[in-house]
């Protein structure tokens, strides 16, 4: 393999371009790893693996904060961070347990 792409097919999330993703999947024919992304979640993670026909997901299980980050001078407003919670439910599904 020489490289990765990810892709969410041209479309917003990964599950809408699914046959996009898997046709490109199909092209590369190992040469270059293709990647899904694009709305991947714990919730649909195992439909995007079955659709595409790729086994890697590229995923951003992250959760909206309103309230500043504690313990600092820094405030960062709104903001994103990693969600854990998603993360251990997103490992789950694709592990299958």
């Not at 919730?43 to 500043?68: F, K």
Request: charged share 15%; proline share 5%; glycine share 12%.
């Amino acid at each position: 393999m020489n490289g990765r792409v990810l892709s969410s097919g041209r479309r917003r999330c990964a599950l809408d371009g699914a046959p996009t993703i898997r046709a490109l999947h199909a092209h590369a024919a190992g040469a270059i790893e293709v990647m899904a992304c694009g709305g991947i979640r714990a919730s649909n993670a195992r439909q995007v693996l079955a659709a595409t026909g790729v086994a890697h997901l590229h995923a951003a299980p992250l959760r909206n904060v309103s309230e500043p980050t504690a313990g600092g001078d820094v405030s960062f407003g709104p903001h994103h961070e990693t969600d854990p919670a998603e993360v251990v439910a997103l490992l789950a599904a694709v592990r299958g347990s």
